[in-house]
């Protein structure tokens, strides 16, 4: 490079690593000013909001753009990022609890990376920031420089400690004290970040990359093949097994961003998609319908038989923009004969908009949330749907803001009116407790009522055998209430989904009546099988833990119908204790080894259960 050239290329990267370098040092005023009393919260998320807004969106579309010009789209991207951040605090008693919420800011997020490519195609070419072909490059070419530059800061830190390691050998500590000056450190980062940026627009990084495209062109058919595979086996599978839960939900909204991905990078790859490649997005395309359809479903169903909480809410919202979106590229691609491409392109762009909008007025006191989760959780108490210890009390007290804290008002006086001390009690607990399972421990005392109701549920064998309500004192309530819903969890015979063994099971034979083995039903749809030993005494009971099976399939891979099968044998009496240098447990006629469980005063526990005999007894 002549002397000329390396001028003009020190020009073009000045403004980049000032802007970098200005922007680590305001992040660090700000965390800087985090728990300064004097300052107010709503002026703090204001200065944060714009700072981070504009800080980032100037990076993102510096190099693309002149200095003045990235400063100018940055404050059309700032100002109302501030403004909807500011509306979005309004429903928290404290402003910057709002930054407590991972899901609004995710969101807000969301909506200044998605106003980036809009801005920068306005600012640069007005006549084309609602082309598909624009903006697909200007998206990409954007992610790829961002990713470019924090690379390069990472590889700049791990060459510091590094070079740290090799000076420390000769007592030069220099790079160590740069790096515990925190003001220092991060305008470093941001420096070099802007260095990064740089160097990536000089050698034409600011595009679309294309090598990108060609390895991702690549899974097309792959991914094709799986979502195949799995909508074939929804019809035997059923939807009730695989569906109503979040993690359903989340897999399958996830799987529906990979799809829409996949056929955007078709679309952008290629003017008219052709070949198996062609054929696969097409596919795809048409598929993303049922995808997005089946992730609905698991979110509506987890509503109908919960209710709505915060976490619903927004996953409803997000499973709905994508099954608008697997509509109308179903559409596209089932109805759009050859020109089903340019007829997606422009509804993309469309799409796009339309998520920004919503996004927006998620951010808006219009979508509280809170509120809304919080009136429908007093509806349900009111009608009697939802008992004391299913409500999401902590959380409506901690993270539901001022929606939640007056629908904890309301059950206040719900409580009062109709004289539920239970609730009342767990109404003060939530307010108090600062952890949700600080709360959970903290409701220790367990009623008569649910002492006896557990004995009413419990099978104990063998025949003979009997506990009564005394020997289950002392134990926590979220204890027992597990264990009562663990037993109502049915066998496919109408039997309790629980059973306890009580017998000769400690390391001498006339340990007669201080241990027991609880087996009962967990999880999804009672498809796991806990197992917990227990010791009874003139005190109660006392958990000594988890019983730890050591031969055959682990327990947390059997199926349901193993999970069945184990607990009608047990209700059957088909175990057998016998001693084996220590009592075990024999469970459907075969012997095998177990770990043993010892407790605080050395005796020790013993238990077999084989999985290949599960399998056979689930069979019969």
Not at 400 to 413: I, N
Request: proline share 4%; hydrophobic share 55%.
């Amino acid at each position: 490079m002549t002397d000329p050239d390396t001028a003009t290329a020190l020009r073009a990267r000045l403004p980049m690593v000032a802007l970098g370098a200005g922007s680590g040092f305001a992040l660090w005023l700000l965390a800087r000013d985090w728990d300064q009393t004097g300052l107010s919260e709503s002026v703090f998320l204001a200065m944060f909001a714009f700072l981070s807004s504009f800080c980032g969106a100037s990076l993102a579309m510096i190099g693309p753009l002149s200095l003045l010009r990235a400063v100018q789209g940055a404050l059309w991207v700032a100002v109302p990022m501030t403004a909807l951040m500011l509306l979005a605090a309004l429903r928290y008693p404290a402003a910057t609890d709002l930054l407590q919420n991972e899901v609004l800011v995710l969101m807000a997020l969301t909506l200044g990376a998605m106003a980036c490519p809009f801005v920068l195609l306005r600012l640069s070419v007005p006549d084309r920031w609602t082309r598909f072909a624009a903006l697909s490059a200007a998206s990409w070419g954007l992610a790829f420089r961002l990713a470019c530059g924090v690379g390069f800061v990472a590889v700049f830190w791990i060459l510091g400690l590094l070079s740290n390691a090799l000076l420390d050998l000769v007592n030069i500590t220099i790079l160590e004290d740069i790096a515990e000056v925190d003001w220092l450190a991060l305008t470093l980062s941001g420096a070099v970040f802007g260095l990064g940026l740089a160097v990536v627009q000089e050698l034409g990084g600011g595009g679309a990359p294309h090598l990108l495209f060609r390895l991702l062109s690549l899974l097309l058919i792959p991914v094709l093949l799986v979502v195949g595979l799995f909508l074939a086996a929804i019809p035997l599978q059923g939807l009730s097994s695989a569906f109503g839960h979040l993690s359903s939900a989340a897999t399958l909204m996830a799987m529906s961003a990979v799809m829409m991905t996949l056929v955007c990078v078709a679309l952008t790859r290629q003017e008219q998609p052709k070949g198996a490649n062609g054929m696969a997005a097409r596919l795809l395309a048409i598929g993303l319908m049922l995808v997005t359809g089946l992730a609905a479903w698991a979110v509506l169903m987890r509503v109908w038989q919960y209710g709505w909480t915060p976490d619903r809410i927004y996953a409803l919202l997000f499973a709905m923009m994508l099954l608008l979106h697997g509509l109308v590229y179903a559409g596209c691609a089932a109805i759009g004969g050859a020109h089903w491409p340019d007829l997606l392109r422009r509804a993309i762009v469309g799409l796009a908009l339309m998520t920004g909008a919503t996004l927006a007025l998620a951010l808006t006191p219009l979508v509280d949330a809170g509120r809304i989760a919080g009136n429908n959780q007093v509806a349900r108490v009111l009608a009697g749907e939802t008992k004391a210890e299913e409500l999401p009390l902590w959380q409506m007290a901690h993270d539901w803001g001022q929606g939640g804290l007056d629908a904890l008002a309301r059950l206040d006086a719900h409580a009062e009116e109709t004289g539920d001390k239970d609730l009342s009690k767990r109404l003060q607990l939530a307010r108090s407790a600062a952890t949700r399972w600080q709360m959970t421990t903290d409701v220790v005392d367990v009623t008569d009522d649910q002492r006896k109701e557990l004995i009413e549920l419990l099978p104990v064998r063998p025949a003979g055998a009997l506990v009564t309500a005394d020997d289950f004192r002392g134990l926590k309530r979220y204890q027992l209430l597990r264990w009562i819903r663990g037993c109502k969890q049915l066998l496919p015979d109408g039997n309790a989904g629980c059973v306890l063994i009580r017998g000769a099971l400690g390391a001498t034979s006339d340990e007669t009546a201080d241990f027991a083995l609880l087996f009962f039903r967990e999880g999804r749809d009672g498809a796991q099988l806990e197992s917990l030993a227990l010791r009874f005494g003139p005190d109660g009971a006392d958990m000594l833990g988890r019983v730890i099976l050591e031969r055959g399939t682990p327990v947390e891979e059997w199926t349901t119908e193993q999970v069945e099968a184990a607990l009608a044998a047990a209700q059957a009496g088909r175990f057998e204790i016998s001693p084996a240098r220590q009592n075990t447990l024999k469970l459907g006629g075969a012997r095998g080894s177990g770990k043993a469980l010892t407790s605080d005063c050395g005796k020790t526990v013993a238990i077999l259960i084989v999985g290949p005999l599960l399998t056979r007894l689930g069979q019969k």
